[in-house]
Structures are given as C-alpha cells and as structure tokens.
C-alpha cells in the first residue's frame, strides 16, 4: 500500500514563509481534498513536495513508502511513484505528446527495459478514448496550442499512463466545462485503488461531485486548520469560508501580501530553469 506521510512541514519562498507547520498522511485507496482561499499555500504545498526549486524547505519531513522524499531531486520522485498534475501545464514545441509520454514511462523502469511499442499504443489510444480526446492528440506537440481544457486532459492522460502511486492534482478542475469535468472525474475514479492514493487541491465543490474524497481539509496561513467529511465541503460551498475563521480567531488566512501569488512565483522559476 503506498504511503505518503507530510510531518510539521515548513517552506518558504524567497522572503516569504509560505508553508508553516504540514502534518497529512495519504495511503493507497484514500482520495483527500485541500481547500481554501487564495494565497494560503494550496499550491505551494504540491510544490514544495515535488521539489520545485523555487522552494526552500525549512524544516519537516515527507515521505513515500518510509523513504526520505526531500532528499530526492524532482525525476527521483517522479519515478519513485509521486505525479503533479499542475495548474498550467507548459507548453513544449518540437516534443510529441506520444514520445513525451513513453519517455516518462520509461523512466520508471529498470535501465535495461523499455515499453514495448504495441503495448504503449494500445494503452495510449485507451486512454485517449476514455478521455474523449483527439484522435491526432499522439501527434501534436506537448500542449503546444492546447485549450485549457485540453492540457488538463492531458495531465490526466499522462496519470493514467504512467500509473504513480500517489497523484497530485492541482486545480485540475479550473477551465474544464461540466462535460469535461465529468470525463475527467471518472477517469480519475477509476484509479482508486489500494497502490493509488489521491491529494486534490481545489477551490469547487463541483469537482468533488465526480471525485468521491474521503477527508476533506481547509489551508489557512499555510497549514491545515480544520478537516472533515463531504459536509465540511458541502458547508464550504454553501457558507464560504468566513464562519472558519471567525471560529479560529483567524483574521489575515493569506502567507503572502496581497497582490503577489505563490504560484506565480514558482512558475517564474520553473521556466527559468527549463530555459537554462
């Protein structure tokens, strides 16, 4: 059963203390979903446990099966079973989709070995199906002209491909029309199993509709303030967030001045490393 275990995490970025204290465990067969406003370290967290070099951790721990997840650079998780669908996907002209997949699927298999090209196909062109995708989509270049909706499929494609052993989807639902979110929801439900486990970052109800989550939990100031069921969501969405802070005393939830985006600070850093 995969386990993943996030022990009194802290972050921060450049000047900002972004993540402040994180205690979540995630093991095979458990779909959790993190909620909350803007700016209170949702996406930081996905992040920081993927190991974007925006970040820098300052204490805690997290691993994955026992094993020290901070110690490994971002392709060691990657292929230890950890996958980040993230909010937008980069766009990389000149690499097909197909050979961007079976690359990564590769990856994670003994050097010796590599995916035999018919079983690729054939579970390619699967996935494809359930996605309700473009039959062309093997062909075009990563993400390269892609609606949003498109890359968020495709993030979701590339889960299902590679099979990891905890999954995490950042805002997989933002861009996605009801008929997509529907898709996407069901693709990733039939997942679930005891060697998959789920943390899905969200700011909707509506996609929890279609991904069933067992433990729902609310990020404020950079931790998780307060967990619950599906009726903790439900009064969320019905209520906001407002009556959680008025409960814990709480009168600023952001880790970042208002006007600046944790988010968009990585993805700055990211692209300066895909440049370099």
Not at 48 to 68: K, Q
Not at 131 to 151: A, I
């Amino acid at each position: 059963m995969a386990t993943l275990e996030i022990r009194n995490l802290h972050a921060r970025a450049g000047e900002h203390d972004i993540l402040r204290g994180v205690d979540l465990k995630i093991e095979g067969g458990q779909s959790h979903a993190i909620m909350g406003p803007n700016g209170t370290g949702k996406s930081t967290l996905a992040s920081v446990i993927m190991g974007h070099p925006r970040y820098e951790v300052t204490a805690g721990s997290v691993t994955l099966d026992g094993e020290d997840v901070l110690s490994m650079t971002t392709d060691e998780r990657a292929r230890a079973g950890l996958f980040l669908a993230m909010q937008s996907p980069a766009e990389v002209p000149g690499v097909t989709n197909s050979d961007f997949i079976k690359s990564a699927m590769n990856a994670r298999l003994p050097e010796d070995e590599n995916v035999s090209l018919f079983k690729f196909i054939r579970e390619l062109d699967a996935a494809v199906d359930k996605l309700r995708m473009r039959e062309d989509l093997p062909h075009r270049y990563l993400n390269d002209g892609f609606s949003g909706g498109e890359k968020k499929r495709n993030e979701i494609l590339q889960m299902r491909l590679l099979k990891p052993s905890i999954a995490i989807l950042d805002e997989i639902d933002s861009g996605l029309d009801v008929d997509a979110l529907r898709v996407v929801g069901e693709n990733v439900t039939e997942m679930k199993s005891s060697g998959f486990g789920l943390l899905l970052i969200t700011h909707y109800q509506r996609i929890l509709d279609y991904i069933d989550a067992d433990t729902v939990h609310v990020m404020m100031q950079g931790r998780l303030v307060k967990t619950g069921d599906r009726e903790l969501m439900k009064r969320i969405d019905a209520d906001g967030y407002d009556w959680i802070k008025d409960e814990l005393g709480i009168e600023d939830e952001r880790v970042v001045p208002e006007g600046e985006d944790p988010a968009s600070l990585g993805e700055c850093a990211a692209k300066e490393a895909f440049e370099e």
